[in-house]
């Protein structure tokens, strides 16, 4: 049967391919050619387009797209009290392309919340959609996996522990306010756990002196923090997936490293999945996903144009469902179709038929 509240049957990451008006008016703002209201007028005006699209395919959660933001996680993380983004040089690499190397650094305590401006990115989206806004933003784990210790100052924090319980406090109160604008699906975009499951960036976090089998028990309760104070009405998610920028990827390997911790030491209602290639391993580890939570299957790829057979689908829902029952699963595309403002090489239109594709096919499955 079909859903009421998110996440849907027929479900979306969250960012979609930018309109070539918005990349135009992104690029003059960058070279001063326009003021930074003209801007916000393109972006409020495309958002308002893209809303009516994600609509018009039948989805029943929006997003504005993350069509304000250049990095899926650097524009969130930089604007926390306490934190810095800045031009550096990359710790993690992906296979091929690599995007702008945008890092983050600790500049201050953390643990406070003067606001941010997606509050606001939020409220316009609530106030342009008859269905379900959706607000992703970067898990907390995505200020300390990619750097460690190098972007946490002793002299700031000489006790880990003491980071990493402000942090957790920084996104409780930031989720609590998403919560207060209205918003009442959020997604936390949680990246790490399958670089935990990578042989080679496991050896990476080893090297530089932290525990990749501790990691995954600290970042699970950094998120249970982080969505601690949220109000009973309010559906919390997480997306996994192995690295995405412009169809590259970071990592490989099955989840079945984390799975236990994932789906029972973690507080979290639902699970964007990566499982639209060999790199995400089998269906085995969904084993551990207990009564009353949701996977959401990313089976359709974000990363080519090439559209998915039905059948194909069809067939590895049915593999999926035989480790959690069909009442518990829904379908989406394995990621965002652009992680970063560059986007995946595919065209807009693709984009739209794999949308389509992935509601019409809940429809047929869950009626």
Not at 53 to 72: C, H, M, N, P
Not at 147 to 158: C, D, N, Q, T
Request: glycine residues 8%; charged residues 30%; contains cysteine.
């Amino acid at each position: 049967m079909q859903r009421t509240k998110p996440p849907f049957r027929a479900d979306h990451v969250g960012s979609l391919l930018r309109s070539a008006s918005l990349k135009e008016a992104r690029a003059k703002r960058e070279k001063n050619e326009i003021t930074a209201e003209q801007l916000k007028a393109i972006e409020d005006r495309e958002i308002e387009a893209l809303i009516k699209k994600q609509e018009g395919v039948g989805l029943k959660s929006i997003t504005d797209g993350e069509y304000r933001r250049a990095f899926w996680n650097y524009d969130f993380l930089g604007k926390l009290d306490g934190v810095e983004a800045y031009l550096g040089e990359r710790k993690i690499q992906f296979q091929g392309k690599n995007p702008r190397p945008m890092m983050l650094r600790v500049i201050g305590k953390l643990g406070a919340f003067s606001g941010h401006p997606m509050i606001e990115h939020f409220k316009f989206l609530k106030g342009h959609t008859s269905q379900t806004p959706k607000m992703s933003i970067p898990s907390p784990s995505s200020l300390h996996f990619r750097y460690g210790r190098s972007a946490v100052p002793e002299s700031i924090y000489p006790d880990m522990d003491e980071f990493y319980r402000d942090l957790g406090q920084s996104y409780r109160k930031a989720v609590r306010a998403f919560a207060d604008a209205g918003c009442r699906y959020i997604q936390l975009d949680e990246v790490n756990f399958t670089y935990l499951c990578d042989p080679k960036l496991r050896q990476q976090v080893t090297e530089r002196g932290d525990d990749p089998n501790k990691l995954p028990h600290i970042y699970a309760n950094l998120l249970n923090t982080a969505i601690s104070d949220v109000p009973a009405d309010m559906t919390t998610a997480m997306h996994l997936c192995r690295g995405n920028f412009q169809s590259t990827f970071v990592a490989s390997g099955g989840y079945e490293p984390v799975a236990e911790i994932l789906f029972n030491e973690i507080n979290i209602q639902a699970y964007f999945m990566e499982y639209d290639s060999d790199r995400a391993g089998g269906f085995e580890p969904l084993r551990f996903v207990p009564k009353g939570k949701t996977v959401v299957l990313g089976l359709v790829t974000s990363k080519s144009g090439t559209l998915e057979s039905k059948d194909d689908l069809k067939r590895r829902i049915e593999e999926a469902s035989k480790y959690v029952p069909l009442d518990q699963l829904c379908l989406s595309p394995q990621c965002g179709f652009a992680s970063t403002e560059e986007g995946n090489i595919l065209a807009e239109d693709e984009q739209w038929a794999k949308l389509r594709t992935i509601v019409e096919l809940a429809d047929e499955i869950w009626g």
